[in-house]
């Protein structure tokens, strides 16, 4: 005999062999011995959930002579010819494939010829949601004038397609998904009805992958027992699933939670290569975090995970960021550019816990409070002293950085151009030009990120690390494409220029700080006009926050 899939050979053949559907089967038994039998049932659920097997029992124990309790002998002749597909009186359809009116009709038609060997003859139409408009008009007519001793049992993954005229008509049953729990413990049962020496990590794995379908999980278990040698083990499900191991996992987190994002891209990178989903990937990460918080730990305390801790807040920032993630993974042909883009955010977002903000707070104060002095007394002049009084990290940034990923001089002669009407004008376009990037990458790229000053040729768009902002520079698709879609909107195709907030901050001050010196000089020429250049460069830079007094 040629070999039969696990799935055929493990098939329930009573109610209560079904896994997961106590619910169903208790009430399809009660409705059998009670002798309460409706011409129209109708199941729904996830596929894999025991839909046509639930059908075919309760074909086999309403006809079975011996039925005892609900449940079918599964030995007399009724039994065994339903279980083997020979019944003529016990007929199955595939709607996906015979969804027109006239094979509906033909039903409707042998459906008035009484039974020949059985008591009731059974019609199981399965995915009867592909049936055409016709053909549920064609069935709706049988159903409003059932033939006695004839019943309809229909099954569907889709409820929400059958027409509500249909639904008001059968006795509905609802599939749940059944838990991995449950799916994990018939597998277990197979395997050792088999023979076969198993991890109990790997039979997990498999249950965990099926998805709450018992048929995936056993199909999947087909095709790990093909490649296995000496039993199933953890590789041979992880290999079959497409599953990220665990120690993958833990090493792409750890490089994200210390800011590696070169050692977390060589992680995914690897991940990649091994031929691993990118959707399953950004769903086993999440599962992980998942995991991760559900560690006991309070809100305040930090949550393990892997080699490290990290507190719950920044678990919950991850999981947003890898939740948006799928939504685009699962609308894009780009996988990889889109978890790409998904490891540089994950690493920008780390929330360094251990800053004492109190001092940082206390110094920026003292700073205000300086500078605010300086201000009253009329001391505040553009001088060296003034700029020492800066934040030592704004008075050093743009020195440090210029030259480096950015021109200091190139965005300086971009904000000479910049106005406050194009800024104004990319601003309320921003979000419509970031939704119509189709690949996700671009989406992904330019998400929470702004457009602070613009002209009709540049704009300067700040990121919150460096990093991105190189990739965003570099990437000549993302320039083409953003300034394709900036025409359409606004009429202007302005280039992006990228910073990180940090350098925006620096850049804007210092030339703001230039520009006021040289309208102080110019002014104090007297054969020239007085001219309002500062007035239009703050209010390019800092829009509607400038306030102009004419004195």
Known sequence: ???????????????????????????????????????????????????????????????????????????????????????????????????????????????TYAPSRATYKVYIIDEVHMLTTGAFNALLKTLEEPTENVVFVLATTEIQKIPATILSRVQRFAFRAITSVDIARHLTDVLTAENVSYDAAAVELIAN??????????????????????????DVALLVTGAISSQALDAYITAISEQKVEEALTQLDTIFADGKNMIRFTEDLMSHFRDMLMQPASESEPASGASLDVSKAQIFTWIDIATETLQTLKQTTQEKIAADVMT???????????????????????????????????????????????????????????????????????????????????????????????????????????AVAASERFVVVTFKSEFTAQKAMQNQDLQVQFGNFMSNIVHFAPEIIALTNDDWLAVRTEYAQSHKKTGSDEMKKPAEPATNDAVDAAQALFGDAVEVIED
């Open 344 to 450: 540089m955010r994950l690493s920008e977002t780390v929330i360094q816990d251990s800053t004492d903000y109190s001092a940082v707070i206390a110094d920026l104060q003292a700073q205000v409070a300086a500078l605010t002095s300086k201000l009253e007394s009329g001391e505040f002049q553009t001088t060296q002293a003034a700029q020492s009084a800066l934040p030592e990290k704004t008075s050093k940034k743009a020195v440090s950085k210029s030259g480096s990923y950015f021109s200091k001089d190139f965005v300086f002669k971009a904000l000479s151009e910049a106005t406050n009407e194009a800024r104004t004008a990319i601003q309320n376009a921003w979000e419509e030009v970031i939704n119509s990037f189709d690949s996700g990458f671009g989406k992904s790229m330019l998400q929470n990120t702004s």
């Open 1 to 111: 005999m040629s070999y039969q899939a696990l799935y055929r050979k493990y098939r329930s053949q009573r109610f209560d062999e079904m896994v997961g559907q106590e619910v169903v089967a208790t009430t399809l038994k009660n409705a059998i011995t009670s002798n309460q039998i409706s011409h129209a049932y109708l199941f729904s659920g996830p596929r894999g959930t025991g839909k046509t097997s639930a059908a075919k029992i309760f074909a086999k124990a309403i006809n079975c002579p011996n039925q005892v309790d609900g449940e079918p002998c599964n030995v007399c002749e009724i039994c065994t010819a339903v279980t083997n597909g020979s019944l003529e009186d016990v007929i199955e359809l595939d709607a996906a494939s015979n969804n027109g009116v006239d094979e509906i009709r033909e039903i409707r038609d042998k459906s």
């Open 209 to 234: 992958a099926a998805d709450g379908g018992m048929r995936d999980a056993l199909s999947t278990l087909d095709q790990a027992l093909s490649f296995a040698q000496d039993g199933l083990t953890l």
